[in-house]
Antibody
C-alpha cells in the first residue's frame, strides 16, 4: 500500500535550520509530485510547496520562498524539506502528502513536529 | 486569513445532517478548480474525505458527500455519528497564488 513515513520530532533554536524527510513506498516514486503542508498548534493547514521527484522541479508558496528548500532522492524514494532561519512561529507539525491526479493530497505522512525555542 | 472561507464550527445531534461550506473566489473555486475535503481526527494527520468535488475514496462512508457550485463548495454529513467529531478542511488551487490553498477548517461537534 502507498505509505509516507516521517520520523520523529526536533527542537531548534531561533535562527537554526531543520531538514525533514519523507520516505515513500508502495508506488512509483517519480510518477507523483509531493506536497508539504504545516500546521501550527491549534491552527489550520498551510500549504508550503510541492516538488516533482522526477527532475526535482519545485513550486514554493510565496510566503516561504527563500527560506524553504525541497529536494528529492530517487535512490531512496525520499523527499526532503529544509526550513532555514527558524522563528518561533515556525513551531508546527510538518506533513508531506502525495499529489493526486487533480491536485488532491493523499496519502499524508504522520507528521514531524518542529519546536522552535530558545 | 485563509483564501477559502469555512465556518469555524458546526454542530449537530447524532443522526442529524450538517453541512460545511467553503467559499472561494474567481481565482480558485470559481475558476473551475476542483475542491477536495479532508477529515482530521484529534492528534492525527488529515485524511482525504472527498476528492474532485463529489467523489469518495474507497472506505469513506456514503454518509459523506460533496458538491460545488460557482465560487463555493459544500460538504454534507448525514446520519451524524460521534466518531465524526473532527476538523474538516477544504482545499483547492488558486491561479493568482499559483499554488494550493486550504480553508481555515471547521470543527464539527456531535452533541
Amino acid at each position: 500500500q502507498v505509505q509516507l513515513v516521517q520520523s520523529g520530532a526536533d527542537v531548534k533554536k531561533p535562527g537554526a535550520s531543520v531538514k525533514i524527510s519523507c520516505k515513500a513506498s508502495g508506488y512509483k516514486f517519480t510518477s507523483y509530485r509531493m506536497h508539504w503542508v504545516r500546521q501550527a498548534p491549534g491552527q489550520g493547514l498551510e500549504w508550503m510547496g510541492t516538488i516533482n521527484p522526477s527532475g526535482g522541479s519545485t513550486n514554493y508558496a510565496q510566503k516561504f520562498q527563500g527560506r524553504v528548500t525541497m529536494t528529492s532522492d530517487t535512490s531512496t524514494n525520499t523527499v526532503y524539506m529544509e526550513v532555514s532561519s527558524l522563528i518561533s512561529e515556525d513551531t508546527a507539525v510538518y506533513y508531506c502528502a502525495r499529489r493526486g491526479d487533480l491536485n488532491w493530497f493523499d496519502p499524508w505522512g504522520q507528521g514531524f513536529m518542529v519546536t522552535v525555542s530558545s | 486569513q485563509s483564501v477559502l472561507t469555512q465556518p469555524p464550527s458546526v454542530s449537530g445531534a447524532p443522526g442529524q445532517r450538517v453541512t460545511i461550506s467553503c467559499t472561494g473566489s474567481s481565482s480558485n473555486i470559481g475558476a473551475d478548480y476542483d475542491v477536495h475535503w479532508y477529515q482530521q481526527l484529534p492528534g492525527t494527520a488529515p485524511k482525504l474525505l472527498i476528492y474532485a468535488n463529489t467523489n469518495r475514496p474507497s472506505g469513506v462512508p456514503d454518509r459523506f458527500s460533496g458538491s460545488k457550485s460557482g465560487t463555493s463548495a459544500s460538504l454534507a454529513i448525514t446520519g451524524l455519528q460521534t466518531e465524526d467529531e473532527a476538523d474538516y478542511y477544504c482545499q483547492s488551487y488558486d491561479t493568482s497564488l499559483s499554488g494550493s490553498v486550504f480553508g481555515g477548517g471547521t470543527k464539527l461537534t456531535v452533541l
